[in-house]
């Protein structure tokens, strides 16, 4: 109950912020003195100083067109499923435990793998109903936003309706409870190239535009 419940108050109270935002823009006197004063701000700078108004500009329209592919790729706005965060850490941990320590991304640092492993050995109940509900959704909402001509949206879902690709009897590393993801993580990166299990190589197509997005947003540090 309460994976469920944690995720549905979220949302709750997302929708409560978000009604607050939308009756702001609907307030034609805010709107007003939010032009008025922007206006009255520009008309004091002096020539000279334009160019900062520019860049400010210029790295505001950056930001948002990194942002987008950020978070719906490498956050968890567009895989949104326990299983592919199982599989992310597998794909990722692979490559990265390879190099040496002070070369690694910091959530795979030496001092943080004991943590991992706890995580992939965790008895998390895995519920099916809710990962093809979310990874559905999050899919959908990943192809909304980033459009369907995006690449990775284009590669993924070319096929596929979001609905089908999220259907849990695709498979998923937690099914497979013989062979579950501590196990893959013990193999190392043989057992995870080696693997065919469907949430793994979802995780592996797709991380090299991850984390072209991380590297790519500066964001990284702002994961923990």
Known sequence: ME???????????????????LDALHDDALI??????????????EP?????????????MRERAM?????????????????FRYARLLVRGADERKKPNTERLREFTDSMLPRIEQQLSARVPIYAEVETLTLSFSLQRMREWLGPDYPLVRNLL?????????????GGIEARRSRGPHAVWRGGKAAVD?????????ARSVDGESRR?????TMRSKRQ
């Open 158 to 170: 070319v096929k596929e309706s979001p609905e089908k690709f999220g259907d849990p009897r695709s």
């Open 3 to 21: 994976l469920v419940e944690a995720p549905l108050n979220n949302l709750e109270n997302g929708i409560k912020v978000r009604r607050k935002l």
């Open 67 to 83: 942002y987008l592919p950020y978070t719906f790729i490498e956050g968890s706005a567009g895989f949104n499923t326990i299983l």
């Open 213 to 217: 997005c991380a590297d790519d947003s």
């Open 32 to 45: 007003t003195r939010k032009k008025t004063g922007r206006r009255t701000l520009r008309t004091l700078r």
């Open 194 to 202: 080696e693997s065919r299990d469907p949430m793994i190589e979802l």
């Open 48 to 60: 000279v100083r334009a160019r900062p108004w520019q860049q400010i500009e210029a790295a505001s």
